[in-house]
């Protein structure tokens, strides 16, 4: 739990801004193995792959599974960062 707690102040101490916390979330997707997409550009996706878009200062990550969709269903999960 603490190894949690120390990576969240990490995020934080590194997020003044929303501009700054998107690029934390971006370097840590791209740790991950996540593919940046391009929202002008014809995406050519792969299944199991991990993919991520960023408009300004807004960042959608997914992971396209392996089984049909119908079969194994999805998961949303979100998160907004308002910095006053």
């Not at 997707?29 to 991520?52: A, I, M, Q, S, T």
Request: charged share 35%; net charge negative; aromatic share 10%.
């Amino acid at each position: 739990m603490e190894e949690h707690i120390n990576d969240f102040l990490k995020f934080l101490n590194g997020s003044h801004t929303s501009f700054q916390a998107s690029l934390e979330i971006i370097k840590r997707l791209e740790v991950k193995g996540f593919d940046p997409l391009k929202e002008d550009e014809h995406w050519k996706l792969e299944d199991g792959n991990k993919y991520y878009i960023c408009r300004d200062t807004s960042v959608i990550a997914f992971i396209l599974g392996k089984e049909n969709l119908r079969d194994s269903g999805y998961k949303i999960a979100d998160t907004i960062l308002k910095n006053k």
